[in-house]
DNA sequence: ACTGCGATGCGTATGCGATACGCTAATTAG
DNA sequence: CTAATTAGCGTATCGCATACGCATCGCAGT
């Protein structure tokens, strides 16, 4: 992967004037694997579903995408097709709130987007339009190039890592923590234990979990900027 | 998964005293499978190269394991059996660090593991001892409970956002902006084009990016103590 | 020792997913 | 009308996980 890619993400799709014009194409096949993966995971994705979908032989798709894992880096980067979530703001940190945001309901939109994004891969030009965009509209309220490229990053790391345990299921902690219902466990876990004590206002804190994290982050920038300043 | 993992992960590994004694254990299965993952990544882990090694036929790995998804959840919490990483220091900042650097220690030692961590799954007995561990250490300096459970998972949240890049490639920006060597594609990002100019401060910013972010995050939960106390 | 239960080791068979090859069909340039 | 060119796709192959059932091995109880 990684390097060969460069070739998929950005070469030019041909449409020849010659030779039997064609019935499928890249766009369809990669739309319809992402509805498929959006309804049904990602795992469900395989290329004798996708072309039953399609109403095509299985390999007739091999005409359009080289194959299974580039097809799959196609579906990711052509989530960032549409505009990117950039909101109306003239503050840095609205910005980038607004933006972490945006990327947190992408994964949670498409689920199977996130082991994609967490894989590795190189940049493709959805993504690139995407980070573009937001840079653009940092530099232009007035932050420094290099401290938004940097600032992105951060959030996007983030993001990235918080949004996991919201994927994991909206009972989230009673799950996370079920070994704790064993008393035994109670003691070799004495801290964990504490946490889920009647009482304990952990319930609050892993549901804002993702709100407080960012907002730690976008503190965390802020107070950067100002000790620079 | 999710669910059913619990049993997996959590029941008691038999050894009966009737019957045949087993030769393989599924510690030393999963310790090869880590063998191999760590050395050839974790597609190459396959039931017939992993009884190879373990000089054993396919089907007896049954026995011990239930399956390769589940083998390899039990690869991925052995990786914290031994001691977490926990600075001797008396401060929440430093522990935090310390914390931070040690699992993104543990991600670039073992690459494969970023995929599985960033998977739906459930919490092993390896890293329920090591986020109690933490969690312990930090109230013991005086942070409240509910706080450092938060704090750890903020910092968790970034680390693994932020190790990806890392384990993508040494080189990293060149190939991450490698489009942007064609005119055309300076003239679509304008403001990705500005960071690759010769003279951008790029390098460094990329290069420390996990330390930047990392002290920004402490950052932000500094500040967020300072303003609740 | 002897025997039989209870567990392990593992060969074989199955089925699924990806994909290489090569033939057939559909257009269009000349 | 014909040759060139490209799309559609059936068939075959290969790798991989794993269900099933049999053979094997030792200890427990006699």
Redesign the pocket.
């Known amino acids: 992967m990684g390097t060969g890619d460069y070739e998929l993400l950005w070469g030019e799709v041909?449409?020849?004037?010659?030779?039997?014009?064609?019935?499928?194409?890249r766009e369809r096949i990669v739309a319809e694997a992402r509805a498929i993966a959006d309804a049904e995971g990602l795992q469900?994705?395989?290329?004798?579903?996708?072309?039953e979908r399609?109403?095509?032989?299985?390999?007739?798709?091999?005409?359009?995408v080289?194959?299974?894992?580039?097809?799959v880096l196609l579906m990711y980067d052509s989530l960032m097709t549409g505009p990117p979530p950039i909101p109306e703001a003239d503050h840095w940190r609205e910005i980038l709130r607004g933006w972490g945001q945006g990327v947190r309901g992408l994964f949670n939109t498409h689920p199977w987007a996130l082991s994609v994004a967490t894989s590795e891969r190189s940049m493709g030009p959805g993504e690139a339009t995407w980070v573009d965009a937001v840079i653009g509209r940092l530099t232009a309220v007035g932050m420094p190039i290099e401290l938004a490229l940097i600032s992105v990053l951060t959030v996007d790391c983030f993001v990235m890592g918080a949004v996991r345990p919201e994927l994991a299921g909206d009972s989230g902690e009673a799950e996370f923590f079920q070994f704790l219902a064993d008393p035994a466990m109670r003691a070799r876990f004495p801290n964990l234990a504490l946490l889920t004590q009647p009482g304990a206002a952990t319930d609050v804190a892993m549901g804002d979990h993702f709100e407080f994290g960012l907002e730690r982050v976008l503190d965390g920038l802020e107070r950067h900027i100002e000790t620079s300043a």
């Open positions: 041909s449409r020849p004037s010659r030779g039997r014009p064609a019935g499928l194409s469900k994705v395989s290329m004798k579903h996708l072309a399609l109403g095509s032989g299985v390999m007739s798709l091999y005409r359009h080289p194959g299974k894992d580039e097809l």
